[in-house]
């Protein structure tokens, strides 16, 4: 984990949730106060609206009554026109009433009501400015009983008169027969108005004479008019409250949306759970049943809470008062107090980390600059980075210590392998002596004619010269990630494989002398024009098993390997002088890493000290490393003519070997290996040919 991220990390981890948790209280909290609000709410609505619903009926009962009463007490009023200014005197006592009439037992019917001046009464409009009307039926033997309507203004006076013979009979309708039945001040059901044309409830009174039931005193309120007063007595906007009968059909809601039809003079209520809003449906799904306690629900993603309270037994119906609010209603200024306060957490948050995030660069920049030095010193590449300054006294104390560290390793890795200095600072072992067998891949190179350029040249452009030559080697075998042993004068030991282990050590030492070979040619071309003699370099390769390790003692030990396969090395280096080859490989590498170099053989030696022969190889180019190394088509040729010339000096053939290499003479004069070959065959008895053996 880097400095500043984990401050700023550890910043957010403990400022954060403490900000989120006192925004889930403070939400928790509001959300506990609104609905309890709600619920007190609905709870005191609830009982206010049934308080005031019995309120809009009791005066309307009280004025029933009093029309009874009379009616009882005065028997042959309500049989004269003159009852018809009582009856207008109670029509305007309350907007709910929409009619006042009196039934009479033998059919007699006395009538104030409100007149639509846009429906047609006895098949036509009334009279311009029309708002009331007078209306008798008085019974006539043999003859159908004539309907009158009186049209009356808003002072009462008369604009006009309809007569029309009628079938209407009060005795028949639904609020005399229920009258008559419960003998009783009674709410009727839900019924079509004849009179009206318009859908509603009765509340009517009998009233007796000697016992005998003289007629039936009623007012008339349409569902229109019950469902504006809940449309006007919301608890908040989007409550929606409703009006139901005992089976749970509805009779007036807040919404004013029509809830019945009338079919043939029958009256049909739609039931709560089929209306139009699922709302309503769902919340009724989900009421108590046996009691009337709050309850809440969720629909479409807000939360509601809903209550259903029966009206009491003295009303009269078994109506009930449905009551649906969103809680959102009650939540709607805490949640903006809420998303304001988390608004303005956040910003104080991210001004918050801003201000860590500089106090933590100061910190944390220095350091990070100091952890980017201790990391090129581990990988050891690089140049020194600048010196640090900070204001902070441990960090620069730090800074200095590794500005030292810095300077010791980069003078430690100038004279042990780089690899091995990696490896040391990556296992964090300590230096110790011994070592292990590895099969590797061991590299010899040596400067041609270094002994003669020596005496011929300044020891200072001398010294000049062959530092360029080593820093070309060290540069090709640090790119192919060989392990530099040691300078030998002007010799260099290298190996490929230790201390890090290379599955492709022989391919990458062969394609690191390749590049010594181009290296030397773009030195040699500028010493050439300068008027300085070229520098040729001579190169061995073979893989063996060495013994690789700290050999030495404890006060002084070098890294190094040490076995036959390091003298075999070191031999092929010298006996490229024997054959006029820069690159001479052995047969353990061309086996190992054969596919991708060009190479042709050159003759099979000994070595001292063994029986077999050692095929050997000049290695001209390789493939797939870069254009440069790649070999020309004369380079191949050469290659395959060389091949074929071996090929019959294995197989003992010496007389065609012979005339093989002086045909590649021929093609290729200046070719040292064929014509090192074609002398040795023409010059010794092929019978007592014997393999040329390698020494220092």
Not at 92 to 117: E, K, T
Not at 442 to 470: H, W
Request: neutral net charge.
């Amino acid at each position: 984990m880097r400095l500043r991220p984990s401050i700023l990390t550890l910043f957010i981890l403990l400022t954060v949730p403490v900000f989120f948790a006192i925004v889930a209280v403070n939400y928790v909290s509001n959300e506990k106060i609104a609905r309890d609000n709600a619920d007190e709410l609905i709870g005191r609505f609830s009982v206010e609206a049934i308080e005031n619903i019995q309120h809009l009926f009791n005066p309307i009962k009280s004025l029933v009554r009093s029309a009874a009463a009379i009616g009882a007490e005065q028997p042959g009023f309500f049989e004269e026109n003159r009852s018809l200014k009582y009856l207008f005197s109670i029509l305007q006592h309350s907007d709910r009433i929409i009619s006042m009439y009196v039934g009479l037992n033998d059919g007699s019917f006395r009538q104030a009501r409100q007149i639509d001046p846009a429906v047609e009464i006895q098949g036509k409009l009334p009279p311009p400015g029309t708002r009331y009307a007078d209306r008798w039926i008085a019974p006539q033997r043999g003859s159908a009983p004539i309907d009158h309507y009186l049209f009356l203004d808003a002072d009462r006076k008369e604009l006009g008169i309809s007569e029309q013979t009628t079938s209407y009979d009060p005795r028949a309708r639904l609020w005399y027969r229920t009258a008559q039945q419960s003998r009783e001040l009674s709410v009727s059901d839900v019924d079509v108005f004849a009179t009206l044309g318009l859908v509603g409830f009765t509340v009517g009174a009998p009233f007796y004479v000697d016992g005998t039931l003289r007629g039936v005193a009623a007012a008339d309120i349409t569902l229109d008019g019950l469902s504006n007063y809940l449309a006007e007595r919301k608890i908040s906007p989007g409550t929606q409250s409703y009006i139901l009968d005992h089976q749970g059909r509805v009779i007036a809601n807040s919404e004013r949306v029509r809830t019945y039809a009338s079919h043939n003079g029958r009256v049909e209520l739609q039931h709560i759970t089929s209306l139009g809003d699922e709302l309503p449906a769902i919340a009724f799904s989900f009421r108590p049943r046996g009691n009337e306690k709050m309850f809440s629900f969720a629909h479409g993603g807000q939360d509601y809470v809903a209550r259903l309270a029966t009206l009491p037994p003295e009303f009269g119906k078994r109506w009930q008062l449905f009551v649906i609010t969103p809680l959102a209603d009650f939540t709607s200024a805490f949640d903006e107090q809420n998303k304001r306060l988390a608004l303005f957490g956040a910003i104080a948050i991210v001004i918050q980390i801003c201000i860590i995030y500089f106090l933590s660069s100061v910190v944390s920049t220095p350091l990070e600059r100091l952890a980017l030095k201790v990391t090129n010193i581990q990988d050891l590449e690089g140049d020194n980075l600048p010196p640090l300054k900070s204001p902070i006294r441990e960090v620069a104390v730090l800074a200095r210590a590794i500005d030292t560290l810095d300077s010791a390793v980069k003078s430690f890795a100038a004279f042990v392998p780089v690899g091995l200095v990696r490896q040391l600072l990556d296992s964090e072992q300590r230096l110790v002596l011994g070592g292990h067998s590895r099969f590797l891949t061991i590299f010899f190179s040596d400067l041609e004619g270094f002994s003669t350029l020596s005496e011929e040249v300044p020891s200072q452009e001398l010294l000049l010269r062959v530092s360029a030559y080593l820093g070309v080697v060290t540069h090709a075998v640090n790119m192919e990630h060989g392990t530099i042993d040691k300078f030998i004068g002007d010799g260099v030991m290298a190996f490929w494989g230790a201390p890090a282990l290379l599955e492709d050590h022989a391919q990458r030492s062969c394609f690191a002398a390749l590049r010594i070979r181009e290296g030397m040619k773009e030195l040699n071309a500028n010493w050439e024009a300068d008027g300085k003699k070229p520098l040729n370099v001579r190169i061995g390769i073979h893989s063996d098993a060495v013994l690789v390790g700290n050999i030495g003692s404890k006060e002084r030990m070098s890294y190094t390997v040490m076995g036959d396969g390091v003298n075999i090395a070191a031999r092929l280096e010298g006996i490229n002088k024997e054959y006029g080859t820069g690159i001479c490989i052995s047969h353990a590498v061309f086996k190992e890493a054969g596919e991708r170099l060009c190479v042709r053989p050159i003759d099979d030696v000994t070595v001292k000290g063994r029986r077999s022969k050692i095929p050997i190889y000049e290695l001209v180019g390789a493939y797939g490393i870069g254009p440069e190394f790649e070999p020309d088509q004369a380079t191949v040729r050469l290659c395959k003519l060389t091949r074929t010339a071996y090929s019959a000096l294995v197989a003992e053939d010496y007389a065609t070997a012979l005339a093989r290499y002086q045909e590649i003479l021929v093609e290729y004069p200046g070719d040292p290996v064929a014509r090192t070959m074609a002398t040795r065959l023409a010059a010794i008895d092929p019978s007592r040919l014997v393999p040329l053996q390698m020494s220092r």
